[in-house]
């Protein structure tokens, strides 16, 4: 199984700060990566794909990059609304793995 | 637009059967490329990937799964059906069925979520 391994597991943050995630895996998975946004309650919504990818109607603040084992989600201009757990997938390969998450706090 | 949505029992005894049923609409299983997930989200743990029906009836199961699930698919009803045997209660979660976008493993829209408390 291909292991994803995000840091840091918690960060907080102010307003308009930059925030970088940081996804690894344990072996080479291309661009075969997505981001997702999970608020309390909800369900996980897709922010990015092929690693770099914007969904639509993602705000473009959310951005990707990497490719091979390290990859990263960056919030250029932190907002109120984008408290919550970021979590990365891999679909390089079964089984289909999550990262364990980062929860941003505001 | 696209919607799924979950249904199946709250609370289920364990070493019991639990069904879970993802009705969805704006989209058809029988689109070439398309599919439908179910994944998982236990109390204070990351997400956890658990089965994959395509378009073509391909099923896909997590490993250390495989031998407790079964995922099928009615297409004319735009249903998938997750049957999970002899339930624990580990298998508390919040479940979520979700749409595999056409032609690669993540998925773009997901259901609300149902949550299933495993317990005597």
């Known amino acids: 199984d291909i292991q994803l391994t995000q840091s840091p597991s918690f960060l907080s943050a102010s307003v308009g700060d930059r925030v970088t995630i940081t996804c690894r895996a344990s072996?080479?998975?291309?661009?075969?990566l997505a981001w997702y946004q999970q608020k309390p309650g909800k369900a996980p919504e897709l922010l990015i794909y092929?690693?770099?990818t914007l969904q639509s109607g993602v705000p473009s603040r959310f951005s990707g990059s990497g490719s091979g084992t390290e990859f990263t989600l960056t919030i250029s201009s932190l907002q109120p609304e984008d408290s919550a757990t970021y979590y990365c997938q891999q679909f390089h390969s079964f089984p289909l793995t999550f990262g364990g998450g980062t929860k941003v706090e505001i | 637009q696209i919607t799924l949505k979950e249904s199946g029992p709250t609370l289920v005894k364990p070493t019991q059967t639990l069904t879970l049923t993802c009705t969805f609409s704006g989209f058809s299983l029988t689109t070439s490329g398309l599919g439908v997930g179910w994944i998982r989200h236990s109390p204070g743990k990351a997400l956890e990937w658990l089965a994959l029906?395509?378009?073509?009836?391909?099923?896909r199961y997590s490993p250390s799964l495989k031998t407790r699930l079964a995922i099928t698919k009615d297409s004319s009803k735009n249903q998938v059906v997750l049957t999970m045997t002899n339930v624990d209660p580990l298998d508390t979660a919040t479940y979520y069925c979700a749409r595999r976008v056409w032609n690669y493993d993540y998925f773009d829209n997901w259901g609300q979520g149902t949550l299933v408390t495993v317990s005597s």
């Open positions: 092929a690693a770099s």
């Open positions: 029906i395509y378009w073509n009836d391909v099923q």
């Open positions: 072996q080479g998975i291309s661009s075969s």
